[in-house]
């Protein structure tokens, strides 16, 4: 069965902090995507990363794919309220069936 | 361009009762997925749909769930009967082909809470 962890699952930060959110599987998957989602909403794509040890950038989000393509990081530098959210790591298999992890609730605090 | 289409976004029903949610995907996606979402979990896939045909129904609870797509188009899932463990947000998903790159696009989800 295929698994993935987040870590943490909760986190307060102040505005301005930087913060690393960690996706971890000891399975490989074809893609790894990252998503965010608001209260009542269903989750929003922010970045699909595909090359092993690839590394992309969303204005302040910077995402990393392992260089064996099991786990990713999400990097957010001087967060700002607007952040706050629910991030979900997810991967991809080649029928397009995603695997969740548990998912980070972020709270940025003015 | 219009989104995923889900209804009703909140349902309550008591266990044993039946209950059934609609989703329209996005104009000319040949995918859909039904998730369901326990608080405080990530989506789990209960189905996939290419067209009208079904690509991966394993963790789909056959015995009280069941979910169609007959004009590959708009979708139900359907509960009956519901234990209490099934609350939980049921979200409709949708992409172009199904290819593992690609963006699914989700629908704002049914708040399903059951008595």
């Known amino acids: 069965t295929q698994l993935l962890e987040q870590s943490p699952q909760f986190l307060s930060i102040q505005e301005g902090e930087n913060l690393t959110v960690y996706c971890n599987s000891s399975?490989?998957?074809?893609?790894l995507q990252w998503y965010r989602q608001e209260p009542g909403e269903g989750p929003v794509l922010l970045v699909t990363v595909v090359t092993g040890g690839e590394v992309k950038k969303l204005k302040r989000l910077t995402f990393q794919f392992g260089d064996a393509r099991k786990d990713s990081s999400l990097h957010i530098t001087a967060a700002q309220p607007g952040d706050t959210g629910l991030y979900l790591c997810a991967g991809a298999s080649n029928t397009g069936k995603l695997i969740f992890g548990q998912g980070t609730t972020l709270q940025v605090k003015p | 361009e219009a989104g995923v289409a889900q209804s009703p976004r909140y349902k309550i029903i008591e266990k044993r009762q039946s209950v059934a949610f609609w989703c329209n995907p996005i104009s000319g996606h040949a995918t859909l997925y039904w998730y369901q979402q326990i608080l405080g979990q990530g989506p789990k896939l209960l189905i996939q749909f290419q067209n009208n045909g079904v690509v991966d129904d394993s963790q789909l609870p056959k015995d009280r769930f069941s979910a169609e797509r007959l004009k590959g188009v708009d979708s139900t899932l359907k509960i009956q009967p519901a234990k209490l463990e099934d609350s939980a947000v049921y979200l409709c998903?949708?992409?172009?082909?199904?290819?593992?790159?690609?963006?699914?696009?989700f629908g704002p989800g049914t708040r399903l809470l059951v008595l």
């Open positions: 998903a949708s992409s172009l082909d199904g290819r593992g790159q690609e963006t699914q696009y």
């Open positions: 399975s490989v998957f074809s893609s």
